[in-house]
């Protein structure tokens, strides 16, 4: 049996089971879609924008649940606050009610799913889906360009800031991002971000170094998603946006305390080579040849 055949197996077992194909889930009168997205919203509300990143919901999908929503007085759809070009939706009294029961009638369905096994079962099947819903989130991931100076895109960088200064011996103090951020724009670099359910969990950006040659830079997966392949996923995305580019090879540093990012780059097929640059936290440089179309080893 593959990987997915026993992947559609479970799929098949598990929707019947927790009531996915049932017109009313949950027997609240209204569709899993629905339900999904006032559970997602939860009783304070959430951004719209947020929520179909969150849901991998396209716009207008999203439109006509929320309509279908507000005609039942659940929730109310306004302007930010914060920011009128976008909207946020926000649950009515009625609303905070239902997702109420929805949270108790699925805590019920739950424990009357896992009644008949016994505590060791139970304890197999919690770290089987553990490890089973982690990953396929991480099979999910969405990476995507954005503009390296945007607030995405700073935001991303800061935490990969934040975790090296905690890292480094001697902490980290990488200079001005945001001036350094149009270096990782198009035409000659690009900036990329990873998000798992709308939730930014990795970045890396590319620059020039010259014509032929490119660079990659502020490389950070969240440490919650290591183990995942999403730094290898990350990886690959950056060169490939390198020989989109026209880069014919990409160079990169690390600092000799990063071992697993060092380890990594072996696998991936980077040679070691001496020191190409002047920045005062890299004890350990790498370069790899590129093909335009796709990425090789060299």
């Known amino acids: 049996m593959t990987e997915t055949d026993v992947l559609r197996r479970f799929s098949r077992a598990w929707s019947q089971r927790i009531g996915v194909l049932e017109e009313s889930y949950l027997g609240q ?19 719209v924008l947020g929520l179909r990143r969150r849901l991998g919901l396209d716009s207008g999908y999203l439109s006509r649940l929320l309509r279908g929503l507000e005609d039942e007085r659940l929730v109310e759809v306004r302007a930010d606050q ?12 009625k609303g905070r009610r239902a997702i109420r029961r929805l949270e108790q009638r699925s805590e ?8 008949p096994l016994g505590d060791s079962q ?9 490890t089973a819903e982690r990953l396929i989130r991480a099979a999910t991931c969405v990476i995507e360009p954005v503009e390296a ?23 980290f103090e990488p200079g001005d991002l945001a001036a350094e951020a149009p270096a990782m724009d198009p035409p000659e670099g ?13 970045c890396g950006g590319v620059r020039r170094l010259s014509r032929s ?36 090879d990409v160079r990169l540093d690390t600092n000799g305390t990063l071992t697993e990012a060092i ?17 005062p936290y890299a004890d350990v440089w790498f370069a790899k040849r590129l093909c335009v179309g796709g990425t090789t080893g060299s």
Do not use: H
């Open 29 to 47: 009168g209204r569709s899993l879609g629905a339900s999904r997205l006032l559970y997602e919203m939860g009783s304070d509300g959430a951004g």
């Open 82 to 93: 914060d920011d009128a070009r976008r909207r946020v939706v926000v649950p009515t009294a």
């Open 108 to 115: 019920l369905q739950a424990e009357a799913l896992v009644a």
């Open 122 to 130: 139970r304890r197999r099947l919690t770290e089987a889906l553990a």
């Open 149 to 171: 100076g945007s607030e995405e895109g700073l935001g991303a960088v800061a935490q990969y800031v934040a975790e090296l200064a905690v890292r480094f011996p001697d902490g």
């Open 190 to 202: 690009r900036f990329l971000v990873a998000r798992v359910d709308g939730a930014l969990v990795a």
């Open 213 to 248: 040659r490119a660079e990659i830079k502020r490389m950070w997966v969240d440490d919650a998603w290591r183990g995942c392949g999403l730094g290898v996923r990350m990886l690959r995305a950056l060169e490939d946006a390198a020989a989109d580019l026209g880069y014919r």
């Open 263 to 279: 380890a990594m780059y072996d696998r991936a097929g980077y040679r070691r080579i001496e020191c190409y640059n002047d920045n």
